[in-house]
């Protein structure tokens, strides 16, 4: 990827905070935003990229960290349905072309699955590594 690459990653939590700091040593452009300025403290002292302290569901404060050029954007605060607001923000109102909400709801994950949108769900991530590393057969029972 490279030079070209903007990513947006909004909660700094333990995820986005992880996936904000492996973008940016990887060279990548990346603002990280978050409600919270003592959530920056997970970035670590080699975090290259930007941080916004502010409502990353906020149209305006998508606007100012530049989410029109921005290639990635990535929605990871603690719940779904502001997850689900900030991805369709990206993608529908800003034409973000890659969009990967962080989606615990089954039933969320369907709407923005049906809209375009591949919602990264733990449940579902953690199942089908589970199987791929226990190589047991895998039955209709599952979380999908």
């Known amino acids: 990827m490279g030079r070209n690459v903007r ?3 909004v ?6 905070s992880a996936v904000a700091r492996s973008l940016s040593s990887g060279g990548n ?5 978050d409600m919270c300025e003592e ?8 975090f290259d990229g930007e941080t916004v302290t502010g409502d990353g569901s906020s149209a305006l404060l998508l606007q100012e960290c530049g989410v029109e050029r921005a290639t990635h954007l990535v929605a990871a605060t603690g719940h779904d349905a502001t997850n ?7 993608s529908e109102v800003f034409g973000v072309r890659h969009v990967l909400p962080v989606v615990d709801d089954e039933s969320l994950v369907e709407i923005l699955e ?3 949108i591949e919602p990264l769900c733990p449940h ?3 199942e089908e590594e589970f199987f791929r590393l226990s190589r047991l057969a895998r039955g209709t029972g599952g979380l999908r």
């Open 39 to 46: 959530a920056f403290d997970q970035l670590g002292d080699d």
């Open 29 to 33: 452009e990346v603002i990280a935003v």
């Open 84 to 90: 689900l607001l900030i991805a369709e923000l990206a």
């Open 11 to 16: 909660g700094c939590g333990a995820f986005g």
């Open 114 to 116: 049906d809209r375009g």
């Open 7 to 9: 990513v947006i990653v």
């Open 124 to 126: 579902r991530i953690c």
